[in-house]
């Protein structure tokens, strides 16, 4: 199966310039969740070390793969510690609720999307 989930954990700041980029790019589909969590950066003098920041995951064809970690990255970028990670997980098998069976990549993006 050629479908990869794309993570990505970024400051809640940069969510919009996120998002406009990666429908510049024509990605249709996200999902986006407000997550905390303490990585690399975190503040040592405040009463809870989490940090509120933003989680968004993307399935993906593999060979959109590269095209849509470079928008993330460019666009979540502040070059501060914390900008956030970007992480890339194959996917083995993917069911669709509705019919309660194994999806196609086809059957997940119509012709023509993706």
Do not use: C
């Not at 700041?13 to 950066?41: C, F, H, M, T, W």
């Amino acid at each position: 199966m050629d479908i990869k989930l794309i993570i990505a954990i970024i400051r809640r700041d940069r969510l919009e310039p996120v998002e406009q980029k990666l429908q510049e790019i024509a990605v249709e589909r996200i999902n986006v969740s407000k997550v905390k969590g303490y990585g690399e950066y975190h503040d040592f003098f405040a009463r809870d070390w989490m940090v509120e920041e933003v989680q968004i995951e993307i399935f993906t064809r593999q060979h959109k793969v590269e095209s849509i970690t470079a928008a993330i990255m460019e666009a979540a970028h502040t070059g501060i510690p914390g900008d956030g990670i970007v992480a890339v997980v194959p996917i083995d098998k993917l069911f669709l609720i509705r019919t309660r069976a194994e999806a196609t990549p086809e059957e997940f993006w119509p012709k023509g999307v993706q």
